[in-house]
């Protein structure tokens, strides 16, 4: 091994009987470092979307999926990977007494993780290379590294402990064993199995995944370093050896028992479902254990004013209470059917691993480094980087967990989807405040390792000791090894093995069982012939994936009463057969996308996909213009693809339902879930759906005009303007164009049925998440638009040869009384106008008549009639108008 | 039923471990003896820094 320079050129010399390669501890240090620092940018760019959706323009690369993909997958394998594997590099030598397999080998392993697999990874992703699937965002190519570099990993490690007996291994030796085994046997199964079966087994899958990268890669090492580092600290032994061994084998045991709790109240057979509530329940125990034996360790030692990696593993074992007790809280039904899906996930996975994990592995940084000679170490600058990352975790999460009960709060209760966004706003503004002294704490953790004097760090560990920590020196060899060592030595074999058997149960139980229930379902209830996607929809279902559209929109309704009310039926497990991968979400900023087919007119959603807020204001969707040649009305092929595979969803079901549904309802009689979704009321109950109905509000007698107006502000300006004259910012790129609101006079009863069924065929929506008393408000802004024009007299002659020109040419489509129902109207796209609920101004009529509406089946009609005739015909169709103007 | 024969013989196997670690304190003596030697292995560790024993001197010299 080379000497090591110092900063100001001196070489250093280091001892040469350490069996700890520091250059190795320093480099994966470092990298963590820089990586996380990256990884905190992906994380401020995303949130800053959420109240500023354009910050990044309409690059691809920095679109808010792409760069979601990044920050998860840099902070799991970029960070914290570095930083375990620093650790690693000191704690394994210390353990085992013997250096780690190869210092060579060591150097490939830095390079593959680092230049193979996170450099490549996050390039790939941002490229537009990934694959939808949580805590594995990065391709299958990239996979395979990984695999690499985990085997690579576990001939580093492992070897060294073998010369001891197991009844001698200290339990972070365990954890480090544990880990490193139990991430070789999951990886694959979470990152390869899911791109191989489709729908609910998919989700299944991915389910154990979500788990098992927290519960056997992330927690094991933390809590490697956190058994480590507190009773070195400190000086004093672990306050139990017996329950860290409980906590060890028991966590081993649930963790992978855990998984499919990420999906409760979903297709997933219900036997599977609660097997993992249980095992999330009895891992809290296991966890309250764990952490009560961690702080009796570090009982008395003054830990706050003490040594820093101390007080970060400290701190790290509180975030593990809080978030392991709140994990077995939120996967039982009760509380799961009120925050899942919310910013309150989002906040306890802050916790897990900005808090729980991040801390650990900055314990276990800082311990390391204190004893590297040759490293600089400034203690102050750790100390404000402690304080800076523990307000702005704390923050952070309480933030989060209170955005979560308010969108779970008006999720529940039927208010429009909107609602819960716009209210989530301010605390998503929070969350990127809290970013403000987390990344101040990251810099502040970079500086203190790189400034300050050389061996400040043993120092800083020494001086703690004198404010009543001891320095690790206190040695009571009082331990007898003429105990039974047999009995324990066996016992950990069995329990080894059984933890192995324990791995392959949840497999098995979470996974294959329940996708064989799963395979007959669909076998049972699949219509005998579904549509596959064609080529155009699956280039958009990779569109799709690539943009991580999944992490705001699920595609998967719940048995949940509150589901069924906004969405309509469940989903099916046969409704997932050709996803493969599944795109179920766990999140949901969006609404849920599952009936998405035929929801919205082709216009409507491509103004959408280009500039969102156009036609949904207080949106947070992030423009996808980048698919379209400048304009909204002129998509290029991926927007296309796109959109035909949003028009898929829900497809399948719609076309089999309710023949289908019946039929299914009569094999599955004594199976509760599949009764709920295949009894649902309603297929769709999406609230754009524009299918005619019969309940519409009633009108209130009174108004009020400063609640209509800002309805339509939220709902209706960003197509038909602010002043209603049809020029909002969507306006040029639907067809027909909004209407003009101004020109035309209308009657109540005529708006609020409007408001209520839309118009087929336009990109007007059904709003019927809006109440009659919004729904009055709402049509009387619309009514106070009307320009008021002079009345123009007109002669009888007029009106006679009016209804002359108008039984001969409209009566058709207008029908006899002016009300839309002529004999041709049930063949028209667009219905034709109803002129007994709206008096069209003459102007505007005349308009019309000269010029035709693009878009429906009204054409110009200046080639068969003169404008004396256009113009007794205006007159004459505002007779039918049934109130006084 | 294989599911239950492993999770019931997993439950015997932790009952029989707990209830010889209760009954016999050369036992837990055994399981609580790799913390002592982790405390032996990490101040044997630290004491090359301790007694200054390193290449660069006393400690917290900025050589």
Not at chain 1, 108 to 128: D, E, K, S, T, Y
Not at chain 1, 765 to 784: I, M, Y
Not at chain 1, 791 to 801: H, I
Not at chain 2, 26 to 52: I, L, T
Request: aromatic share 12%.
């Amino acid at each position: 091994m080379s000497q090591p320079v110092s900063s100001t050129g001196e070489q250093v010399a280091v001892t040469t009987d350490s069996p700890v390669d520091s250059q190795l501890v320093f480099a994966h240090s470092i990298a963590a470092l820089l990586t996380v620092l990256i990884a905190v940018v992906f994380g401020i760019l995303i949130s800053l979307q959420f109240f500023l959706p354009d910050v990044t323009g309409s690059w691809l690369s920095m679109a808010w999926g792409r760069m979601r993909y990044a920050h998860t997958q840099g902070i799991m394998i970029g960070w914290l990977g570095n930083a375990f594997l620093a650790y690693l590099y000191h704690a394994v030598p210390v353990l085992a007494g013997r250096p780690v397999t190869s210092a060579r080998l060591g150097r490939w392993l830095f390079g593959l993780w680092n230049f193979i697999v996170v450099l490549p990874g996050w390039i790939l992703v941002l490229a537009g290379i990934s694959q939808p699937i949580e805590w594995a965002e990065f391709p299958p190519v990239v996979d395979i590294f990984v695999i690499i570099a985990l085997v690579m990993a576990a001939i580093q490690f492992i070897p060294p402990f073998f010369a001891k007996g197991l009844e001698e291994l200290y339990v972070s030796s365990w954890y480090i064993i544990g880990a490193l085994v139990f991430t070789l046997l999951a990886y694959p199964m979470g990152n390869i199995v899911p791109e191989l079966v489709p729908g609910a087994e998919s989700a299944a899958f991915t389910g154990l995944w979500i788990h098992d990268a927290v519960g056997l890669f992330v927690t094991p090492l933390a809590l490697a370093i956190l058994y480590f580092v507190i009773p070195a600290a400190t000086g004093r032994p672990v306050f139990s050896h017996f329950l860290s061994m409980l906590g060890f084998w028991g966590l081993f045991f649930l963790y992978p028992l855990n998984g499919t709790h990420h999906y409760v109240f979903s297709v997933i057979p219900m036997s599977a479902q609660l097997g993992a509530i249980a095992a999330s329940a009895l891992l809290g125990v296991i966890v309250i254990i764990v952490v009560t034996n961690l702080l009796l360790s570090a009982r008395g030692a003054r830990w706050l004013l003490g040594d820093t990696a101390l007080r970060f593993a400290v701190m790290s074992t509180i975030f593990y209470l809080i978030v392991s007790v709140q994990g077995a809280l939120q996967a039982q039904m009760s509380l799961n059917r009120v925050v899942h899906f919310s910013d309150w996930v989002i906040g306890h996975s802050h916790l897990a691993m900005l808090g729980f994990a991040t801390f650990a592995g900055i314990a276990g940084i800082i311990h390391a480094w204190q004893r590297i000679e040759w490293v600089r170490y400034n203690a102050a600058a750790l100390n404000w980087s402690f304080w800076m990352l523990t307000a702005g975790v704390s923050i952070m999460f309480i933030d989060l967990t209170l955005a979560g009960l308010v969108e779970s709060r008006l999720w529940l209760s039927g208010a429009p989807w909107m609602e819960s966004v716009v209210q989530a706003k301010p605390y998503w503004l929070g969350r990127t405040l809290s970013a403000i002294p987390v990344t101040a704490g990251f810099l502040l953790l970079f500086y203190g390792l790189l400034t300050g004097p050389k061996g400040a760090g043993i120092k800083a560990a020494r001086e703690s000791a004198n404010k009543g920590i001891a320095m690790s020196q206190a040695s009571d060899n009082s331990y007898t090894t003429k105990a039974p060592a047999f009995a324990l030595r066996m016992t950990y074999r069995v329990s080894a093995t059984a933890a192995v058997v324990f791995f392959c149960l949840s497999v098995f139980m979470l996974g294959v069982l329940p996708g064989r229930a799963l395979d007959n379902q669909i076998s049972a209830m699949s219509p005998d012939h579904v549509f596959g996607l064609t080529e155009s929809e699956l280039r958009g279902r990779a569109i799709y994936a690539r943009e991580g559209c999944a992490y705001c929109h699920t595609q998967q309704i719940r048995y949940t009463d509150a589901d069924i009310s906004r969405f309509g039926a469940p989903t099916l497990a046969w409704e997932g057969q050709f996803d493969t991968p599944h795109m179920w979400g766990t999140r949901r900023v969006g609404p849920d996308l599952s009936r998405s087919s035929g929801t919205r007119s082709e216009d409507w959603q491509y103004a959408h996909l280009f500039a969102p807020r156009s036609v949904v204001p207080w949106s947070v969707m992030p423009s996808y213009a980048a698919f379209f040649d400048g304009a909204a009305n002129r998509p290029r092929q991926e927007a296309r693809d796109l959109l035909a595979y949003l028009e898929t969803l829900g497809r399948a079901r719609e076309l089999a339902w309710p023949e289908g549904d019946a039929k299914s309802l009569s094999l599955y009689t004594d199976d509760k879930w599949a009764q709920m979704s295949l009894s649902a009321q309603v297929l769709n109950a999406h609230k754009g759906k524009a299918e005619a109905r019969t309940d519409l509000p009633a009108i209130t007698a009174t108004e009020n005009l400063d609640t209509g107006m800002a309805l339509w502000q939220h709902y209706c300006a960003g197509c038909h303007g602010a002043d209603g004259s049809g020029n909002g910012p969507a306006a040029a790129w639907l067809e027909p164009l909004p209407a003009d609101l101004s020109q035309n006079t209308y009657s109540m009863e005529h708006l609020v049925n409007i408001l209520w069924q839309g118009i087929p065929g336009t990109a007007m929506p059904a709003w019927r998440e809006l109440s009659g008393p919004q729904l009055t408000d709402l049509a009387a802004v619309v009514r106070g638009f009307k320009v008021p024009e002079p009345e123009v007299a007109f002669t009888q002659a007029q009106l006679t040869l009016g209804e002359t020109v108008y039984n001969a040419n409209c009566v058709q489509c207008h029908g006899m009384n002016g009300d839309g129902q002529g004999f041709a109207a049930g063949e028209l796209i667009v219905a034709p106008s109803d002129f007994t609920g709206q008096r069209p101004g003459i102007g505007a009529s005349i308009s019309v008549l000269q010029n035709g509406v693009a878009g429906t089946s009204m054409a110009p009609w200046t080639d068969r009639l003169t404008g004396n005739e256009i113009l007794a015909v205006t007159h004459y169709l505002r007779q039918f108008f049934g109130e006084s103007p | 039923m294989i599911v239950n024969v492993i999770v019931l013989s997993a439950l015997v196997l932790a009952g029989i471990y707990v209830a010889i670690w209760a009954t016999r304190k050369e036992f837990r003596d055994r399981v609580e003896a790799p913390k002592q030697e982790f405390q032996h292995q990490v101040s044997s560790f630290d004491a090359r820094f301790v007694d200054g024993n390193t290449s660069l001197g006393r400690e917290g010299e900025n050589k």
